[in-house]
């Protein structure tokens, strides 16, 4: 499956953003769905995750409560909505797939490029 992740761009602190992460090449709802991120120098972290037909949705602890994964089965998208922006949100998001768990820790075979998010104070 190929994975295309779009939306990033320069937000203000506080502010919000969402990103989207368009598929194709294979069946959509076959695959459970993961936003990551790396920050300048860091490691690749987890962010959120949504099983393949919706039902679960997972976050890391940084982005819980103020943001959310969400998909589309009709257009094949993954979003994630992210609200009250702030400076260590400043990373480049890639959208993964699996075909096997959205539990965090799973092993993700598919990567998109990533979108650049930088957040302004």
């Known amino acids: 499956v190929q994975l295309q992740a779009s939306g990033g761009g320069l937000v203000q602190a506080r502010g919000s953003l969402r990103l989207s992460c368009a598929a194709a090449?294979?069946?959509?709802?076959?695959?459970?769905m993961g936003w990551f991120r790396q920050a300048p120098g860091q490691e690749r972290e987890f962010v959120a995750s949504?099983?393949?037909?919706?039902?679960?949705?997972y976050y890391a602890d940084s982005v819980k409560g103020r943001s959310q994964i969400s998909r589309d089965d009709v257009k094949s998208t993954m979003y994630l909505q992210m609200n009250s922006l702030n400076l260590d949100d400043t990373a480049v998001y890639h959208c993964?797939?699996?075909?096997?768990?959205?539990?965090?820790?799973?092993?993700?075979?598919?990567w998109g490029q990533g979108t650049l998010v930088t957040v302004s104070s």
């Open positions: 993964a797939a699996n075909p096997r768990s959205s539990a965090p820790g799973t092993t993700y075979d598919y």
């Open positions: 090449g294979r069946t959509f709802t076959n695959y459970a």
């Open positions: 949504i099983s393949w037909d919706g039902r679960y949705k």
